[in-house]
């Protein structure tokens, strides 16, 4: 590290004292909660993660509503983290609330499909382009019953991932290469097998990799976001999509592409604005508004082989599932979603206030010459505590700063801004206005003044 790097993090440690105080003293409704839960809670939290909130415990919310919520402090926070996608579409827009207050006084779950089932298949056909479609109620279970459909068709025991992949808790993405061997990835909790059983990893943007791999015959799906947006935001190089396209293709590799976050490029998700042709599609969080509702969607050529592979009598009994899974409600929340909050008119602004964000963190950076930069994919957008962008996983990776990362989260907290836990990542929604933006551009620009003073 260079001096100007030890002096910025000797800055961030004191910092970080201060607002640790600060936070404790401001927030003594959420620590006697944080307190309570102990005695009922495992870890005294009902996710284990939320124990790495930067404040030592987390802020706990009394309401949210738009892009903003309230914690039981009473302090009113711009939430740039939006239930890290889930949230995307604001808190509880209206025609959502609405449509699912009036379909759970109407039914919630019932093993049978509704009509919304039909509009919203329709409506993702002509989002995403492919023609058939299934629900699930996590884009988690959207990954996992398309990986098992993938293996079906193709006879293929394993799936391919890019380095620092995130797709969920899917058991064959949580794997890592180390000196070119594939390992597990840290804080891969319990895994059934050794992750080298079931995946082959390569760096995003290695194209030279990725047919290696794949000439070993045994990759039944490449599963994958079109841009990483986990660990960092990391963009193809030119050419790679088509690259990916054509390996995959020739060696009968089906190519799985998850745009549970790049949904932020527009209605139709990455896939659309940069016309991509996967041969499946996962997507979930956002378009149920946060109800939970996830979808898969399948080309025609996979969708008949998938239904010769499945007799009448075979569904449902293995890998692929979930009684409450296309469930009435869930789908009513998708309709809604889809046909009046994340609009092509919503998109528009959401991806003008995306570009305001970036130009408001480049400036900073620019003028107090810290060397990092910001990146960004439609309306999510996100600083990176390094000069270069990066082009594979692992460079993302190794520019992460855990000391820089947490001071930047709780200093932005504790000025009512919530920025996306474990990256500087922030998202728009329809809801969000040029004032939230314009907000956490001063508090990003007092946080490196103070950095660098
Ligand atoms: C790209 C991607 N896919 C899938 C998931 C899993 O979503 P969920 O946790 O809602 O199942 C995530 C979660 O962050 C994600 O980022």
Known sequence: ?????????????????????????????????????????LAGVPMHWMVRWPGGFPVFAAEAWGARFRDV????????????????????????????????????TLMLPSEEALWVGEELTRRFGLPRWQFALTATDANRFSIRLARLITGRPKVLVFNWCYHGTVDESFATLRDGRVVEREGNLGPPVPPDATTRVV??????????????????????????TNIGIVHPRPGFHDALRELTRATGTLLLVDETHTLCAGTGGYTAAHGLDPDLLTVGKAIGSGIPSAAYGFSE???????A????????????????AANVLSLAAVRATL?????EEAFGRMIELGERFERGVQETIDASGVPWHVTRLGCRAEYLFRAERPVTG??????????????????????????????????????TTEADVDRHTEVFAAAVRELTA
């Open 339 to 343: 046909e009046h909050v994340l609009t």
């Open 394 to 431: 692992s460079d993302a990776a190794a520019g992460a700063d855990h000391l820089l990362d947490r001071l930047i989260h709780l200093y932005a907290l504790n000025r009512g801004i919530l920025l996306t836990p474990f990256h500087n990542m922030a998202l728009m929604s329809p809801a």
């Open 73 to 108: 402090d009473g302090h009113e926070y711009v939430d740039l983290c939006l239930g890290d996608t889930g949230a995307m579409t604001g808190h509880s827009p209206e025609p959502v609330v609405r449509a699912v207050a009036e379909q759970a006084a109407r039914g919630i």
């Open 309 to 324: 592979a499945i007799g009448r009598d075979e569904s449902d009994v293995g890998g692929v599932g979930g009684t409450l």
């Open 203 to 228: 760096e995003w943007n290695d194209v030279e990799a990725l047919e290696r791999e794949l000439g070993h015959g045994d990759v039944a799906c490449v599963l994958t976001e079109p841009a990483l």
């Open 301 to 307: 050529e996979v969708a008949a082989r998938v239904e």
């Open 1 to 41: 590290m260079t001096s100007a790097g030890t002096d910025l993090h000797a800055r961030a440690e004191r910092l970080l004292d201060r607002e640790l105080e600060r936070f404790e003293r401001e927030h003594p409704r959420s620590a006697e909660l944080a307190r309570r839960a102990r005695s009922s809670l």
